[in-house]
């Protein structure tokens, strides 16, 4: 375990729980009393519900910002801001997910992550190491939300927009965490070790091959539904729909990580840990990911 301290806001969400690489956690969460909190606890974490302020981030070496999409702008900076005013040598914005570079103007409805990372490469006149993190899907939140981006995995219909034999890259949740926390060790360090955009691709996988996985493990046929990208295009320009931005880059290709990311730098030859990969998933929920 390495001596440094790592803060985490909103620790007790989705990416707060794989720190077992560091040796002190202290996490600011709101909702101190809940299953997830109490867990973190009894690994050795510190839980408060107390407001994030230079104060105290006193001693803390790193803050990951693990806030959930419904913080406003003014919280992400305020978190930011307290960082460095604290002293902390390395940042971790809340900037999970798409990399909106390769997204070009299709990104925009997330647009605001960018601002907010960018504000904060800015503070104390650039000293503070800011990393922004980019996963792609999220392995556990893929299935989740698969209704809402036209995946009926329980019917067995995929209704898709662009290629869907494009792969793109997904990450769980515990991989992410892990490679946060390897990140952050290696950044308060040497700070120039961690480039300060990074993508992370504990597998790759295409919709096509997804579902002869799903038909493979439960049998039956999934049908699968192509639509046309330009639909997608233009919801994002008139109404930066978050949705469809992120169909997009999977019907784009935007999503695929696979080729360059930084897996093997925080996790050389799996040396640490086991990159979770989709086909255990699924085997794992009998091809139901959305059970798990």
């Known amino acids: 375990m390495s001596p440094i301290t790592v803060a985490i806001a909103g620790g007790t969400g989705q990416l707060g729980s794989s720190w077992k690489l560091v040796k002190r956690v202290i996490v600011f969460t709101r909702q101190p009393s ?3 909190a109490k867990e973190l606890q009894a690994q050795g974490a510190e839980v408060y519900d107390s407001d994030i302020t230079p104060k105290t981030l006193e001693g803390v070496d790193a803050v990951v910002n693990a806030l959930g999409m419904s913080a406003s702008k003014e919280v992400n900076d305020n978190l930011a801001k307290a960082a460095a005013e604290a002293g902390v040598r ?13 997204l070009g103007p299709y990104g925009k409805p997330y647009a605001h992550k960018s601002i907010m990372s960018n504000y904060a490469r800015e503070l104390n006149g650039g000293s503070m190491k800011v990393i922004s993190i980019y996963t792609a899907a999220f392995l556990e939140v893929l299935f989740m939300m698969a209704p809402l981006i036209g995946v009926d995995i329980q019917n ?19 991989d992410i965490g892990l490679s946060v926390a390897s990140m952050v060790l290696l950044a308060t360090r040497d700070p120039a070790s961690i480039p300060d955009y ?21 049998g039956g046929k999934v049908t699968i539904n192509i639509g046309d990208i330009q639909i997608l295009k233009e919801k ?7 949705l469809s931005a992120g169909r997009y880059a999977f019907g784009s290709g935007a999503a695929d990580y ?5 897996n093997e730098l925080v996790n050389p030859g799996e040396s640490l840990w086991k990159w979770d990969t989709i086909e255990e998933y699924v085997h794992r929920t009998k091809g139901l990911p959305t059970r798990d």
Not at 158 to 169: E, H, I, T, V, Y
Not at 206 to 214: E, G, R, T
Not at 236 to 242: A, L, M, P, S, Y
Not at 258 to 262: E, G, I, P, T
């Open 34 to 36: 809940s299953a997830t």
């Open 156 to 174: 067995g219909v995929f209704n898709l927009f662009g290629d869907p034999a494009k792969p793109f890259s997904y990450n769980s949740l515990r």
């Open 258 to 262: 696979s080729a360059n990311n930084v």
């Open 198 to 218: 990074v993508h992370l691709s504990g597998g790759a996988i295409s919709w096509v091959d997804l579902a002869k996985l799903i038909e493979k493990e439960r």
């Open 90 to 102: 390395v940042y971790i914005p809340n900037e999970f997910g798409m990399d909106l570079k390769l």
């Open 236 to 242: 994002i320009e008139k109404e930066d729909d978050r």
